[in-house]
Nanobody, 126 residues
Framework: VQLQASGGGLVQAGGSLRLSCAASGFTFDDYVIGWFRQAPGKEREGVSCITSSDGSTYYADSVKGRFTISSDNAKNTVYLQMNSLKPEDTAVYYC????????????????????WGQGTLVTVSS
């Protein structure tokens, strides 16, 4: 099971980026794919997640209305479209996969994710 995150970069405040999380070694069936981020000196936090079973999506309050998560199951890829970026969105973004979660009502905690990508750096300048 491998996850490859990409799409990070340097962008000005108000700009957009699209992150990709490509999975190999497993299919998205019955998985929750989450995006997390970790800013310098801060703890890693959940940003968004999507369930493969029915495509339900969940967002942290800090990104609601600005970020959109989507998946292309045929390509085994999950995307995070980030619009109206703010300097406080600067962080290393990680994607992760969790299986066996029967009920999802919010972004599952980090401990439930068994596979993690390597992270991609997003820097938003003011």
């Amino acid at each position: 099971v491998q996850l490859q995150a990409s799409g990070g970069g340097l962008v000005q405040a108000g700009g957009s980026l699209r992150l990709s999380c490509a999975a190999s070694g497993f299919t998205f069936d019955d998985y929750v794919i989450g995006w997390f981020r970790q800013a310098p000196g801060k703890e890693r936090e959940g940003v968004s997640c999507i369930t493969s079973s029915d495509g339900s999506t969940y967002y942290a309050d800090s990104v609601k209305g600005r970020f959109t998560i989507s998946s292309d199951n045929a390509k085994n890829t999950v995307y995070l479209q980030m619009n109206s970026l703010k300097p406080e969105d600067t962080a290393v973004y990680y994607c992760a996969a969790a299986d066996g979660i029967v009920v999802v009502t919010a972004i599952p905690p980090m401990g439930l994710y068994g596979s993690w990508g390597q992270g991609t750096l997003v820097t938003v300048s003011s």
